[in-house]
């Protein structure tokens, strides 16, 4: 039990999949803007993230391993990836129509999302076990989640402020990113 | 012809350079640019990709229903990938441990899907080779920037050799995670600067 709880800590903090992996930075910069779709997208990345781990694991052992194929596994996960995004899409547009409503336009985008390609990618190297990939998936989505809001309340602020024309918009945010990184980085020494 | 193929290559190198003037394709750009050597090695296996991608997707425009690009863009892109890992594997070893996960997450670098959906799906194949080829230099070369800044002033060294004296005392934090974004932050807005002043 203890070690599912320290791989937890570990994936939030210590090895934060943005601040420390540098994976997910597009959507990163992209939808911090505002605190509405920060949330957003942190919901619908720890949704497709859990998901997506757990299948490329179940993929990666049952299917390429006892085949030989491994060298197929970049080609596979991304297909795994993008059919299950599209999925999940149609799944929650036809049940759940008020969760769709909210995740709607950044599902399709966590296709292309380093985080989740990168966290699944990360399970086979690790050599997790199932229950350890799940529980890795899932910290590391809620990692994502932590770095996004938090950088998307800054990101609020720093708007309102008067900046030096060259340093406007994605440029400070960069810079804010970098503070926010060096207060994460405080957490390595903890595992 | 010639002229616009000219344009086309030269754009990716200056006023539409990927990572600084249309701030796509982050991850790499933060992640592997501890040295010039990474960086210098990235962008080239990135330049393949592109390339790669952009000429095949060129050529199969017209076959690909226009419903399901996307996926067959990533299939492509994903196909060169592979490619690209094996080759790096083969003779450059030590680099390829070095980039790690990096090498596959090529397949969702926004820039060489951004590629194929923005150019090369609509333009002809010699067009197509001189934007990916020009994008591919463009990020080579900001990613060997990034890597040069880093490198200097959190190693004291340059492709490995030493720049300062031993009096020098690195900046370790530039090798580490912050240092990256506070560099390309500050390297955009160096970019930002050149067109206030035209």
Not at chain 2, 6 to 14: D, I, Q, S
Not at chain 2, 115 to 134: H, M, Q, T, V, Y
């Given at each position: ?24 930075n597009c959507p990163f910069l992209g939808t911090s803007k ?132 060259p340093l406007q918009d994605t440029s400070l945010g960069l810079v804010?990113a ?14 | ?14 006023s539409e350079i990927p990572p600084f003037r249309l701030v796509l394709g982050l991850c790499p750009v933060l ?78 670098n926004c820039v060489?899907?951004g ?20 994008m591919?230099?463009g990020f080579?070369?900001s990613l060997?920037?990034i ?34 974004f506070?560099?390309l932050g500050?390297l955009l807005a160096?970019m930002n ?6």
């Open positions: 039990m203890t070690d599912y709880f320290v791989l937890a800590i570990s994936c939030i903090f210590v090895n934060n999949i943005l601040l420390a992996q540098f994976l997910g505002k605190m509405e779709t920060a949330a957003g997208m942190s919901m619908a990345v720890v949704f497709v993230l859990v998901m997506a781990g757990i299948i490329t694991w179940i993929t990666d052992t049952y299917l390429l391993k006892p085949l030989n194929i491994e060298f197929l596994r970049t080609l596979s996960f991304i297909l795994v990836i993008a059919s299950l995004v599209q999925f999940v899409e149609m799944f929650l547009k036809k049940s759940i129509p008020g969760l769709y409503a909210g995740l709607g336009i950044f599902l399709p985008l966590i296709t292309t999302n380093c985080a989740v390609m990168g966290a699944c990618l990360i399970n086979i190297k690790e050599e997790y076990t199932f229950l350890q990939a799940t529980v890795a998936s899932f910290s590391y989505a809620i990692g994502f989640g932590l770095a996004l809001v938090l950088f998307a309340g800054l990101r609020e602020r720093i708007n309102i402020a008067r900046v030096p024309q804010t970098g503070m926010i990184a060096l207060s994460f980085y405080a957490f390595k020494g903890m595992v | 012809m010639s002229k616009s193929i000219a344009r086309e290559f030269a754009k990716g190198l200056w992640a592997v640019t501890m040295s010039v050597e990474n960086g210098i090695g990235m962008g080239l296996a990135t330049t393949f990709v592109l390339v790669g991608s952009n000429f095949l997707v060129s050529l199969l425009r017209n076959v690909i229903p226009p419903k399901i690009r996307i996926a067959c863009f990533i299939i492509i892109i994903a196909t060169f990938v592979t490619m690209v890992e094996f080759i790096m594997q083969a003779y450059v070893y030590p680099l390829y441990l070095k980039l790690g996960i990096f090498i596959p997450l090529i397949v969702v060489v899907l590629r194929a959906e923005a150019f090369a799906c609509k333009n002809p194949i010699l067009p197509s080779l001189a934007d990916g080829l020009g591919g230099l080579t070369l060997s920037l890597g040069a800044f880093r490198e200097v002033l959190g190693n004291g060294t340059f492709l490995g050799l030493q720049v300062f004296g031993d009096a020098f005392v690195p900046f370790g934090v530039m090798v580490k995670a912050p240092g990256a506070v560099t500050l160096f600067l050149v067109p206030v002043k035209k």
